[in-house]
């Protein structure tokens, strides 16, 4: 009978180790996808989100009609937004219109898509259902959101006059058009915020909420003093959304009525100024870097508040 002489531990060892490295060696085709794959990202971020705003930015310092070649740009410095805050009064409106918006978004439909999270978050009878209710306004574009709004506040045939009796023209009119947009908007925004704050309370602990129940807290103290801090990351990213939506806003006012007649907002005035008939480029360059200033001061405060939690 014989036996086989095992093979020397060293060998053995080298042909364990060599496995893994012909393995991880990548081929020339393979390096050509990962290259692919990194470069391809950076080009087209470069070429649809830095170059446009750089060049915003820049243009933002000239004075240009857009019409003919570059050479007609002329360099202004800062007159832009000298006359931005001096000469141009739709502005300041526009600012507190603005303003107005956010706050409605963050004190009353942000809130509301939360409640309606945690409220479907119980998995009730009919919860997809109302799920999918709340959420299809979110599908929907702006513009569609707008139109369809319009048939609620016609002032002649319109749902909510028939409802009330009266005859508003909720739309038409300058003292109450701008909560009608921002009802219109958050009534879109809501679902978003629910369907956010729906999936973030799919990944907290359950285990949390146990112990809580079986130390006597109620379903509200469990939800503040237990799952809403666990959530501080969403939390962070909806009041962020929230500040961005309430900057951003545009394309409800502008099917309204182009951000005319007590519907000025900073995006509109951005629009009427680059492709209306004033064709100002570089004065509505400057607005549209004012929007970019006031919306990086809130991305910055969440990178800084999500670094330090890391960092924590």
Do not use: C
Not at 84 to 101: E, G, K, M, R, S
Not at 153 to 170: C, E, K
Request: net charge positive.
């Amino acid at each position: 009978m014989t036996t086989s002489t095992p093979a020397p531990v060293g060998r053995a060892k080298r042909r364990r180790s060599a496995a893994p490295q012909s393995l991880g060696r990548l081929t020339g085709k393979d390096l050509a996808i990962v290259i692919a794959m990194s470069i391809l990202p950076v080009l087209v971020v470069g070429a649809f989100v830095w170059f446009p705003a750089i060049a915003t930015v820049i243009l933002s310092f000239t004075r240009w009609d857009g019409i003919g070649d570059l050479s007609r740009i002329e360099f202004v410095g800062l007159d832009n937004y000298r006359d931005i805050v001096t000469n141009y009064p739709p502005f300041w409106p526009a600012l507190t219109h603005n303003v107005i918006w956010l706050l409605a978004l963050f004190l009353v439909f942000t809130p509301l898509g939360m409640l309606l999270g945690v409220l479907l978050d119980k998995e009730l009878r009919g919860t997809k259902f109302y799920q999918s209710a709340l959420y299809l306004p979110v599908v929907l574009s702006g513009a569609l959101v707008g139109f369809i709004w319009q048939l609620m506040y016609s002032r002649d045939q319109g749902f909510l006059n028939a409802v009330l009796g009266t005859s508003i023209d909720w739309y038409g009119d300058p003292s109450i058009n701008l909560y009608a947009a921002i009802i219109a908007n958050g009534w879109r925004h809501t679902g978003y915020i629910m369907l956010l704050y729906l999936a973030g309370l799919k990944g907290v602990d359950m285990s949390l909420r146990e112990a809580a129940a079986l130390d006597g807290a109620s379903e509200v103290g469990t939800f503040f003093r237990i799952v809403f801090p666990v959530m501080r990351d969403t939390n962070i990213l909806l009041l962020v959304i929230t500040f961005i939506e309430g900057l951003r806003a545009f394309d409800i006012v502008w099917v309204i009525n182009k951000g005319r007649n007590g519907l000025e907002l900073i995006s509109t005035l951005v629009t009427q100024n680059v492709v209306g008939e004033a064709s100002r480029v570089g004065f509505g360059s400057a607005l549209a870097t004012v929007m970019l200033l006031i919306s990086s001061v809130f991305i910055i405060i969440q990178l800084r508040i999500m670094l330090k939690g890391e960092g924590a």
